[in-house]
């Protein structure tokens, strides 16, 4: 086969291990639903209080081990197992990430980024919390899986899993204006078969929208006016227009009145959310808030993971995952899906950072030409932003090679 190595030598000065930690409050988004729908969130307490997040475990054989262990449980412990839904490109491994303060899962603009289930850890005193999630389709057909050969437990796991959901997170990416005014159908169904597991809205990317109140119009489809059990009446607060000739509308609530059961087809938002929830994922904004409300809603029950437990996943597939997002990122078409990765190397170096050698077999030439890029700028670039975001993630240093090959 024709082998083309593309190498990051080590170490560069741009790749600095770094402990990332959610932004602080910021300006940019209008905190709409505390004083709109009285949320409780004023009594989740001083934010901050979470201890920064420790790193993921490098080595396969310690992670397996802390993955077979028993859990380092408190006395008296409490777990909630959250189930993760949205449509392609809502943001769940974004979120997802920010709810562990580490980036561990990829994060790509473009489907099928993660092609198996993928489950964050989250412990806090005596309280953790275990998030599930999978894209959209994998809740429909398996079309997808042979086109995009993803994991055929995909689309047995996400049904099989809200089984056993204390709490299902809807996330809807408000910024696009196609999919925004209505949740899926599958959305839908999902929600519709396990009517018995609260499910909670969350309005993601909020600060894209620069008419705030559109988000309240949102609220009432994406609800179907109904929050909590109580209906919701929209009407307008004249003192909130001194910027916008567009009146900011506000939410009181009103004593819910029986409803005609609707067909899901006819269906654009769904009536049983006991909360709502405006962030920005991508930059932490109110996550925090999230956080705590979750981490209040835990019951009392036996951990399912070790305290030093960040994923179930191995340290290679984050590997694989994060250097696949890259290529999902600079490369064309169909391009990346067709790329078959493979580790030739993972071990310590002498001064303690971690060698990592990957093969990039792709079918033609053509794609190799892609993959590696004018002068090498492209394979360059993967290699170097894959490395840094592995450095964050295993907070150590980091010797990553490339290697683009044809198939024989």
């Known amino acids: 086969p024709t082998a083309h190595p593309w190498v990051l030598g080590s170490p560069l000065p741009s790749l600095r291990c770094w402990d ?65 839904i949205g449509a392609p490109n809502a943001g769940k491994s974004t979120l997802s990430n920010q709810l562990l303060g580490r980036k561990v899962f990829a994060v790509s603009k473009k489907v099928h980024t993660t092609r198996c289930q993928a489950q964050g850890i989250v412990t806090s005193e005596d309280t953790q919390l275990v998030s599930s999630w999978w894209p959209e389709r994998s809740l429909t057909a398996a079309v997808f899986s042979f086109r995009h050969k993803l994991n055929e437990s995909m689309l047995k796991d996400p049904w099989e899993s809200m089984k056993h959901a204390d709490i299902v997170l809807v996330l809807v990416d408000v910024s696009d204006h196609w999919t925004r005014n209505c949740l899926s159908q599958e959305v839908l169904k999902c929600l519709s078969q396990f009517p018995q597991i609260p499910s909670v809205l969350v309005l993601n990317k909020v600060d894209l929208v620069k008419k705030k109140f559109i988000l309240l119009d949102l609220v009432a489809e994406l609800t179907e006016g109904i929050v909590n059990g109580q209906k919701l009446k929209m009407r307008y607060n004249p003192e909130h227009n001194s910027r916008s000739s567009s009146k900011t509308p506000k939410i009181s609530q009103q004593d819910p009145k029986p409803c005609e059961h609707k067909h899901l087809k006819n269906m654009k938002g769904w009536p049983g959310f006991q909360e709502i929830f405006m962030l920005a994922a991508l930059h932490g904004e109110e996550v925090d808030t999230l956080k705590q409300y979750l981490l209040m809603q835990a019951k009392p029950g036996p951990w399912e993971f070790h305290s030093g437990v960040l994923t179930n996943q191995s340290p290679q597939e984050i590997c694989d995952n994060i250097i696949r997002e890259k290529m999902l990122e600079y490369l064309p078409l169909e391009v990346p899906y067709g790329v078959h990765q493979v580790t030739e190397m993972w071990e310590e170096g002498p001064s303690g950072e971690l060698l990592i050698m990957q093969n990039l077999v792709v079918p033609r030439k053509s794609h190799m030409m892609m993959l590696i890029g004018r002068k090498g700028k492209i394979i360059s670039r993967i290699a170097q932003e894959a490395g840094q975001d592995l450095m964050n993630a295993f907070l150590c240093d980091i010797r990553l090679k490339l290697r683009v090959e044809v198939k024989s």
């Open 20 to 84: 990332p930690h959610c932004p602080p409050w910021g300006n940019g988004i209008t905190a709409a639903l505390p004083w709109v729908l009285g949320s409780p969130l004023s009594s989740l307490g001083a934010r901050g209080s979470l201890s920064a997040p420790q790193p993921v475990s490098r080595a396969a054989e310690e992670q397996e081990r802390l993955l077979r262990h028993r859990p380092d449980q408190p006395r008296s412990p409490k777990v909630l197992k959250v189930a993760i």
